[in-house]
């Protein structure tokens, strides 16, 4: 299963590696999200408070564009037919497009931190970082498995691109509030203690681990034809 | 009885919902049912 | 002498008066609750005494209560009857389209929950909406169940609509404690000074519960009806889908044959 995943994962990054979807549609689109945001909350003070929240928000938007080119690459030719059929360990292919997912939503939330310090006069303490850093792998992942498991459930069916994020957005609601919160205390956000930051990261991670064995054992059967 | 319009309001909608999905569930399975026969449907 | 014989009618159609989809069980159902409905009314807005502290306003809580646990059970309906479905000794159609018809109306009570309480929060908080536990999660389920009635309109074979929506149904299992922990942790935040909740400061007396159960006894009958009548439409549904396949097949076979 794990080398099955290995492989997948390389394939998927790989794939944007050459294609550059991500990097040149997916990524200006979270910054531009960024921006609009500025538009319409227009205080600066208000935007350095809700900053966090923000940046969170523009993850999430950008996942069902992640999600959806995830699984594009694949229904496209028929792929995930193919390797289905070919009776390639379903649970590996899933870890494998999570753990492709993850490495994107990472990067993106770098990205997207950055952007808020620069647009938002967000400031990143140096105690605050092992939270945050914490938090943004746990919630990535979250966001990765989840993303994968409903991908899978939508992918090839007609009207799937308005559906996913229908079903994701609720789904990832938890998420959301939890790396909201937990990036407001790690940036130490209207005075937040660094320390009411962790139970927002044991929720993440129970997130993180649910989906990513629901994902594990459902994507199988939700494939099957 | 004060506010009256809004305690009639929930009462009506909550009625009046659950009667509209009635109506509509038995009109569609009259509809459906049109091209067959009584000995046809498993729960005669 | 010529001896002319009536045909036998023997086949009768499916269609009845009202209904195509009724039996005995649904029309004694039928009869009870919407009796009930009537009693309900009655009880709930005439005979029954005003809060004391709410005045008339609880009169809503008659409806507003008993259709979010008719929801509830609804989802729990929808979710055993996914695990039914996928398990594979269990498996049958009929488990899938149990799983639907519970679902959607759950919708319906989950909207009619939702609006009644819109309605009483404006008369007792002068607020539409709290942003506290228990709405919000009551919210995410109503977009959640929604969700899983479009993806049942997707298309495809009955066993991979039935597959689908049965590990969604499920998955919605898992979504809901993690959800409804998270806005907990999310609203204890914010230390407001009461939750809150229009039912929670109403002290019931013995009518008011009496009531109460009615709304409850009630609104199940209307579950249990408005399910087994979109229960076997739904059967109707995928019988009318099938016969058309096997006309059109026989339709081109038939094509096929004549040279």
Redesign the interface.
């Given at each position: 299963m794990w080398r099955v995943a290995r492989l997948v994962a390389a394939k998927d990054l790989r794939i944007e590696w050459r294609s550059r979807v991500v990097t040149n549609q997916v990524v200006p689109f979270a910054v531009l999200v960024l921006v609009m945001f500025a538009f319409a909350l227009d205080v600066e003070s208000v935007l350095q408070r809700v900053a966090p929240g923000l940046v969170w928000l523009a993850v999430m938007f950008s996942q069902f564009f992640l999600v959806q080119r995830a699984f594009a690459v694949e229904t496209s030719d028929g792929a995930l037919d193919a390797l289905r059929v070919a009776g390639v360990d379903p649970a590996g292919v899933f870890l494998g497009k999570a753990l492709a997912l993850m490495a994107q939503l990472a990067s993106l939330v770098i990205l997207l931190l950055v952007g808020a310090v620069l647009l938002y006069r967000a400031e990143i303490r140096a105690d605050g970082l092992v939270l945050l850093v914490t938090a943004a792998c746990s919630a990535t992942a979250g966001l990765a498995a989840v993303g994968t498991?409903y991908g899978g459930?939508?992918a090839g069916?007609?009207?799937?691109e308005t559906?996913l994020p229908?079903?994701l957005?609720?789904?990832v609601?938890?998420v959301l509030?939890?790396a909201a919160?937990a990036t407001e205390a790690a940036l130490g956000t209207a005075g937040t203690a660094l320390g009411d930051g962790w139970?927002?990261v044991g929720?993440l991670a129970?997130?993180a681990v649910?989906?990513g064995v629901?994902g594990t054992v459902?994507f199988g059967?939700?494939i099957?034809? | 009885m004060e506010d009256l319009g809004f305690i009639a309001a929930s009462y009506v909608l909550t009625l009046g919902s659950i009667a509209a999905l009635a109506r509509w569930t038995l009109r569609r399975g009259r509809r459906l049912a049109r091209t067959l026969r009584r000995e046809e449907l498993p729960w005669t | 002498m010529a001896v002319t014989t009536q045909p036998v009618q023997t086949e009768r159609p499916a269609t009845g008066r009202v209904t195509a989809t009724g039996t005995r069980v649904t029309r004694w159902l039928a009869v009870a609750c919407w009796l009930g409905a009537g009693w309900l009314l009655l009880a709930g807005l005439v005979l029954s005494p005003p809060d004391v502290v709410q005045g008339d306003s609880v009169r809503i809580m008659y409806a507003h209560v008993p259709s979010a646990w008719i929801a509830y059970l609804a989802f729990v309906v929808t979710a055993v009857s996914s695990a039914a479905y996928l398990w594979p000794r269990t498996r049958s159609l009929t488990w899938d389209r149990i799983a639907g018809a519970s679902a959607e109306v759950g919708v319906l009570f989950m909207g009619i929950t939702l609006v009644t309480g819109m309605l009483w929060g404006r008369i007792t908080w002068g607020v539409f909406w709290q942003w506290d536990p228990r709405l919000t999660t009551t919210a995410f389920l109503f977009v959640t169940f929604a969700g899983y009635l479009a993806v049942r309109g997707l298309g495809g074979s009955h066993e991979q609509r039935a597959r689908r929506s049965a590990i969604l149904g499920l998955l919605a299992v898992v979504e809901i404690p993690l959800v409804h922990f998270s806005v907990v942790l999310w609203r204890s935040l914010h230390q407001e000074a009461s939750v809150l909740n229009p039912n929670g400061d109403v002290q019931l007396d013995g009518f008011m519960l009496f009531t109460l159960f009615t709304g409850v006894l009630v609104f199940t009958l209307f579950y249990l009806w408005l399910v087994l009548h979109r229960q076997r439409v739904l059967w109707l549904q995928d019988h009318h889908d099938d016969s058309g396949l096997d006309e059109a097949l026989s339709a081109r076979r038939a094509e096929e044959g004549t040279p």
């Open positions: 498991l459930l939508t069916a007609k009207g799937r559906l229908l079903l957005a609720p789904v609601a938890p509030i939890a919160r139970p927002w929720v129970t997130f649910a989906f629901v459902a059967p939700l099957e034809e | - | -």
